[in-house]
């Protein structure tokens, strides 16, 4: 008790003033437990400190509860580059199957129907399944070496989801990732795979790859990002859970088979 009033005296913090520090405090934490814009496990936590403040003690009051407060934020960045990840030959392949099948390309879309926010455009596996098949088999041996490296945990994949994607002059993507909705929850690990013609005719159309923080489900990207040049005859693996975007890509000839062109996609895993 007088080491109590001691600290008091010296903090010049009188029971009067003391006391409409804690109401005042009380009334920050009560509106933020109404703001239906702050996360349910926050509002669980900011509850908790509210009853621990009036001196309940959670859990012998509520024995049969299992009190779990928010973990700390999971965040991602890494990625697993490879180059000459085909032969020649393989690698020369990808790019005759795009430039064969140049009018079956279609414009590409974003699952939230966003305008503006991307422009390439895109080839179905549908249209080359001998290639895709080959590509599968190779992305899914070298899986086990991939998840090690991302320090992520071994999974079934149940479906390997791959298209051709061609980015000529202007082309980009904004920022996003492949995991975000409903139909895309269960996308595990993407992939990119980049060719071109050569000598490269195309500037810019780097992958930017931001560091993100998951907080309740929920993906932030940070300021701080990596960028990842689109190396021919190279392939990126990183958690579908991050954030990134294809920067702009600059190029002056008309030539379809002048673009940046990758092969993309997404290992699956089973529902949750």
């Keep these: 008790m007088?080491?109590?009033?001691?600290?008091?005296?010296?903090?010049?913090v009188t029971p009067l003033r003391l006391q409409g520090l804690v109401d005042r405090s009380i009334d920050v934490l009560e509106s933020l437990l109404q703001d239906r814009e702050v996360s349910p496990l926050d509002r669980a936590a900011i509850a908790l400190k509210i009853l621990e403040a009036t001196g309940v003690n959670v859990r012998q009051t509520l024995p049969s509860v299992n009190v779990n407060l928010p973990n700390s934020p999971l965040v991602l960045g890494g990625y697993v580059q490879m180059e000459n990840f085909?032969?020649?030959?393989?690698?020369?392949?990808?790019?005759?199957?795009?430039?064969?099948?140049?009018?079956?390309?279609?414009?590409?879309?974003?699952?939230?129907?966003?305008?503006?926010?991307?422009?390439?455009?895109?080839l179905y596996a549908t249209k080359f399944p001998e290639y895709y098949q080959f590509m599968k088999h190779r992305i899914l041996e070298t899986l086990p070496q991939v998840l090690s490296q991302l320090k992520h945990p071994p999974f079934t994949v149940?479906?390997?989801?791959?298209?051709?994607?061609?980015?000529?002059?202007?082309?980009?993507?904004k920022i996003h990732n492949d995991s975000s909705s409903a139909k895309t929850k269960t996308r595990t690990?993407?992939?990119?795979?980049?060719?071109?013609?050569q000598p490269k005719a195309f500037t810019g159309g780097q992958l930017r790859l931001y560091e993100t923080e998951l907080r309740n489900g929920v993906a932030y990207n940070k300021e701080t990002f990596k960028?990842?040049?689109?190396?021919?005859?190279?392939?990126?693996?990183f958690d579908s859970r991050c954030k990134h975007?294809?920067?702009?890509?600059s190029?002056?000839?008309?030539?379809?088979?002048?673009?940046?062109f990758t092969l993309n996609g997404w290992l699956r895993r089973a529902e949750d």
């Design 2 to 12: 007088n080491g109590d009033r001691l600290n008091r005296k010296s903090l010049n």
């Design 86 to 122: 085909l032969s020649p030959s393989e690698n020369k392949q990808a790019l005759e199957i795009a430039i064969a099948s140049a009018d079956q390309f279609v414009a590409s879309t974003t699952t939230t129907g966003a305008v503006n926010y991307r422009e390439s455009s895109i």
């Design 158 to 173: 149940t479906e390997v989801e791959m298209q051709l994607t061609a980015h000529h002059n202007g082309g980009y993507y």
């Design 189 to 197: 690990i993407t992939y990119v795979y980049y060719f071109y013609d």
């Design 227 to 237: 960028t990842i040049e689109p190396i021919n005859n190279s392939i990126v693996f």
């Design 245 to 249: 975007e294809v920067m702009p890509v």
């Design 251 to 260: 190029c002056d000839s008309p030539n379809f088979k002048d673009g940046r």
